[in-house]
């Protein structure tokens, strides 16, 4: 495969051998999160993802596959929130794969990778998503930014989605007008082809007015379940809001490991 043919989401998938599957080993989990906007908690539901299946016994590696507001340290590149999902999974891979565009300006990806004279490309990103498959168990991809955020001039996020064809699991931000924003979504990812596995309610606000009522409404209207409420967290950590969720309804979820 050459850097110019198309990649398709069948090029992709990490699927079990025929032998396997007759043998009834269980299939990879991976899932793509986004959320309903920048900074809604995207990153702490992906950390709290994966110390859930670290807790169940399995290779789990986090991978941001675009990080907007990088700073060096120790003469490397790091993001909060790739750095995030490196602490919370058990998978040790390159960085490089983990999040194959660093950027170092805290802005729109387009907008930071023009600054730095790098072009977005899949390629890059779908090799790096094969690699970590292969090497993992699990597989927890977090988006940036919202569903449909430009990587480049025609290429967004919900392309990247799309081409890697996982179950999407959403994060909505509880506060006012999350509504039309979590259905808006739920509406773009499923105009993809994809599928919305189920939804985290994230409380951004100390004291929300009506949050019962807003969330009985997505519960309505969300054709998923609801995989729980995240309480805002005075010191929020990848345990603290995994205790608030409940994952093992979600395609593929593996089975507790027993302790060797």
Not at 36 to 56: C, F, M, N, Y
Not at 120 to 131: C, T
Request: charged fraction near 20%; include cysteine; charge should be negative.
């Amino acid at each position: 495969m050459s850097l110019e043919d198309p990649i398709a989401a069948s090029d992709l998938a990490v699927q079990p051998s025929p032998a396997a599957a007759a043998v009834g080993l269980p299939l990879p989990f991976a899932c793509f999160v986004t959320g309903t906007d920048t900074e809604i908690g995207k990153t702490l539901t992906s950390s709290a993802l994966l110390h859930a299946l670290v807790q169940r016994g399995v290779r789990a590696c986090g991978m941001k596959p675009v990080a907007a507001g990088a700073e060096l340290r120790d003469g490397e590149l790091h993001n909060e929130d790739a750095d995030s999902l490196i602490a919370a999974g058990n998978v040790t891979m390159l960085r490089s794969l983990t999040t194959p565009y660093m950027l170092k300006e805290p802005a729109a990806p387009h907008i930071a990778a023009a600054l730095e004279g790098v072009s977005i490309d899949s390629v890059p990103i779908l090799a790096a998503y094969l690699e970590i498959a292969a090497a993992s168990d699990a597989v927890v991809v977090e988006g940036v930014g919202g569903f449909r955020v430009p990587l480049s001039a025609d290429y967004d996020s919900a392309d990247l989605a799309q081409q890697l064809d996982l179950p999407v699991i959403l994060v909505v931000g509880m506060r006012l007008g999350c509504i039309s924003q979590a259905l808006l979504t739920v509406e773009a990812v499923e105009a993809r082809g994809l599928k919305v596995a189920g939804w985290v309610a994230n409380t951004l606000e100390v004291e929300m007015r009506f949050l019962d009522e807003n969330i009985d409404a997505l519960i309505e209207r969300i054709p998923a379940p609801l995989l729980g409420r995240v309480p805002r967290l005075a010191q929020p950590s990848a345990e603290a809001a995994a205790a608030y969720l409940d994952f093992t309804g979600l395609p593929n979820w593996p089975a507790q490991r027993p302790n060797n």
